[in-house]
């Protein structure tokens, strides 16, 4: 079984930035790909961006060239660095993990999830 455990969520002005981290424990993590996902009350949870074991990177149009994702396996921790952030990214961010890369931005391809950690972008 694979832990997922998100930090660094808060409160952040706009245009400002804020780094989400995910600790991973459990199972070995090269066989993985792992993603965040947001989520706001009352909408479906989204992709935000995802990262395979090889580091091949995906981001959803709404964060590019604002936010980067990256792994390190050595210390089994993922990374949302978050620049220029806007009210809209307010949401609880979730970090997941599974198999299937070609879905990787897709819900249904993540088989471990992460309690979330709340980003709230306002002035």
């Known amino acids: 079984q694979l832990q997922l455990v998100e930090s660094g969520g808060g409160l952040v002005q706009p245009g400002g930035s804020l780094t989400l981290s995910c600790a991973a424990s459990?199972?070995?993590?090269?066989?993985?790909?792992f993603a965040w996902f947001r989520q706001v009350p009352g909408k479906e949870r989204e992709g935000v961006s995802c990262?395979?074991?090889?580091?091949?990177?995906k981001y959803a149009d709404s964060v590019k060239g604002r936010f980067t994702i990256s792994r390190d396996n050595a210390k089994k921790t993922l990374y949302l660095q978050m620049n220029n952030l806007k009210p809209e990214d307010t949401a609880v961010y979730y970090c997941?993990?599974?198999?299937?890369?070609?879905?990787?931005?897709?819900?249904?391809?993540?088989?471990?999830w992460g309690q979330g950690t709340r980003v709230t972008v306002s002035s």
């Open positions: 997941a993990a599974g198999r299937d890369w070609s879905r990787c931005l897709s819900t249904a391809a993540s088989n471990y």
């Open positions: 459990g199972l070995t993590l090269d066989y993985y790909f």
């Open positions: 990262i395979s074991s090889s580091s091949f990177i």
